[in-house]
Nanobody
Framework: QVQLVESGGGLVQAGGSLRLSCLAS????????MGWYRQAPGKQRELVAG???????NYADSVKGRFTISRDNAKNTVYLQMNSLKPEDTAVYYC???????????WGQGTQVTVSS
């Protein structure tokens, strides 16, 4: 069982930066593939960035070059550094953990990011 708690959201002006954190409880954090998703009002939840246990990363085209995902396995934490934020980045951001073998999947409660123009 894994519990995920996101933090770091807030209100920022366009062009600004935020860093989201996701703290995971439970054991064996390092084995999980981790991801950040977001859901804007009236839209489907979408993958923003992912990082597998080996450290490889992938990004949505809309955030490439602006967002960076990283993880600190010693701290059971995954981060999302968001730079050059745009109003269209406004959404609730969710942390996700996926066990690569059992495929059990866990979600955090979400953190709101609002970018004003």
């Amino acid at each position: 069982q894994v519990q995920l708690v996101e933090s770091g959201g807030g209100l920022v002006q366009a062009g600004g930066s935020l860093r989201l954190s996701c703290l995971a409880s439970g054991n064996n954090f390092g084995i999980y593939d981790m991801g950040w998703y977001r859901q804007a009002p009236g839209k489907q939840r979408e993958l923003v960035a992912g990082i597998v246990r080996g450290g490889s990363t992938n990004y949505a085209d809309s955030v490439k070059g602006r967002f960076t995902i990283s993880r600190d396995n010693a701290k059971n934490t995954v981060y999302l550094q968001m730079n050059s934020l745009k109003p269209e980045d406004t959404a609730v951001y969710y942390c996700n953990a996926d066990h690569p073998f059992t495929r059990r999947n866990y979600w955090g409660q979400g953190t709101q990011v609002t970018v004003s123009s």
